[in-house]
Each structure stands twice: as C-alpha cells, then as structure tokens.
T-cell receptor
Framework: GAGVSQTPSNKVTEKGKYVELRCDPI?????LYWYRQSLGQGPEFLIY????????DSGLPNDRFFAVRPEGSVSTLKIQRTERGDSAVYLC?????????????FGEGSRLTVL | KQEVTQIPAALSVPEGENLVLNCSFT??????LQWFRQDPGKGLTSLLL?????REQTSGRLNASLDKSSGRSTLYIAASQPGDSATYLC??????????????FGQGTILTVHP
C-alpha cells in the first residue's frame, strides 16, 4: 500500500476484555515498530520487529501486552485483560531494514478507549 | 535514561510571525535528532532529521539546529501560516543501540497560528 495502515482506527472496549490492533506496513519494509501515545504526551516505544522476530520488546509495559508478525509483514498487537490505563493511541511505524536510523513512516494510529 | 523536554508546551501566534520551538535532551550521546509534525487524530510526519555530526538542516520555511554538546535543538519556522498549526514533536535516537527505530520523544509543542 501507499502508507502504513492501521485498523481499527477507533476501538472502545470494557475493562477486562481482550483487544487486537492490526498494522499493515509499507510493502517491502522489513522493520516494524509499535508505539503508544497517551493524551498530551509524546509516543513511547513498545516493540520492534526485524522480519518475523521481535528484536527489541523492552518497551512492553507488562505481560498483558504481546505482539506478533508471523509472516514478516502484517503485525498484530494484542492486549489481554485491558485496564483503563491502557487507553491511548497505538501507533505503528515501518522502515526499510537498511534505512538510516529514524527514517520511520507512521500510520494514523488506533485509538483505544477502555471503559 | 534519555529524557527529552520541549518548551513551550503550547504557543499561539498571529500569522506571519517567525517562531522558535525548543527541545532539550539529557544524554548527548545521540545518533540523530528528528522533528515531527502531528495533526489532530493523525500519525506523525517527519519534518527534518539531523545527524549527530550536523549542526542544522533546512527545508523550505523550516530550519532545525542541533547543539549536541549542550543537549539542545531548535526548530525555527519562518513566516508562519495557519496551516502550520499542529503539534510539533522532537525525538532522538541514542547512539550505540541496535534498535534504529527506538525514538525517545518529547511531549510536544502545540502550535496555533491564527489569521
């Protein structure tokens, strides 16, 4: 596709429910990143994939958060037993594996609201 | 731990004015620094990327400077226009890491340019 695509754009769920957020990176981009942006804050790094493997998951806040990228393209961020504090915009970004550091292309995000 | 701070948090100016946004970071061992623009409900758009060995970058009416030793960067916007209204985010990548998309962001400056 022309850009990074994220679905759903908005998700409202109840506390305790399970949520999946999807990211379609730019075709040919081997690196994929998930960030979380709370209201009034800058994005915070969650996890980085190089191909199918999670090369750096140091930003995942706890074990309720998990992400996969089984075929090295689409990625899914999974949140179990959601809490109100998980409410945020979840941003996905992709880049060429051999690009300059920082040359990321961001999607428009998935806004998650946990009631 | 790298921390990025942006001042001011919000700025409102009349159209045509020249303005400066400030960014500071605590760890000067960075690989590069990047300025992004974020429109409401949208993802991030990269504006300028400055490598650690560079002092400034220019694109149109935008000029970004970097003083790595003092941990500061400024984004200068000339002849501001209402279309410049957005949140401006500063982000750095620490040197020595292997996760080249692991950006540390500031909280952003909300800019409003009124006609």
């Amino acid at each position: 596709g022309a850009g990074v695509s994220q679905t759903p754009s908005n998700k409202v769920t109840e506390k305790g429910k399970y949520v999946e957020l999807r990211c379609d990176p730019i075709s040919g981009h081997t690196a994929l990143y998930w960030y979380r942006q709370s209201l009034g804050q800058g994005p915070e790094f969650l996890i980085y994939f190089q191909g199918t493997g999670a090369a750096d998951d140091s930003g995942l806040p706890n074990d309720r958060f998990f992400a996969v990228r089984p075929e090295g393209s689409v990625s899914t961020l999974k949140i179990q037993r959601t809490e109100r504090g998980d409410s945020a915009v979840y941003l996905c970004a992709s880049s060429l594996g051999n690009s300059l550091p920082g040359e990321l292309f961001f999607g428009e995000g998935s806004r998650l609201t946990v009631l | 731990k790298q921390e990025v701070t942006q001042i001011p948090a919000a700025l409102s100016v009349p159209e045509g004015e020249n303005l400066v946004l400030n960014c500071s970071f605590t760890d000067s061992a960075i690989y590069n620094l990047q300025w992004f623009r974020q429109d409401p409900g949208k993802g991030l758009t990269s504006l300028l990327l400055i490598q650690s060995s560079q002092r400034e970058q220019t694109s149109g009416r935008l000029n970004a400077s970097l003083d790595k030793s003092s941990g500061r960067s400024t984004l200068y916007i000339a002849a501001s226009q209402p279309g410049d209204s957005a949140t401006y985010l500063c982000a750095v990548i620490n040197a020595g890491g292997t996760s080249y998309g692991k950006l540390t962001f500031g909280q952003g400056t909300i800019l409003t340019v009124h006609p």
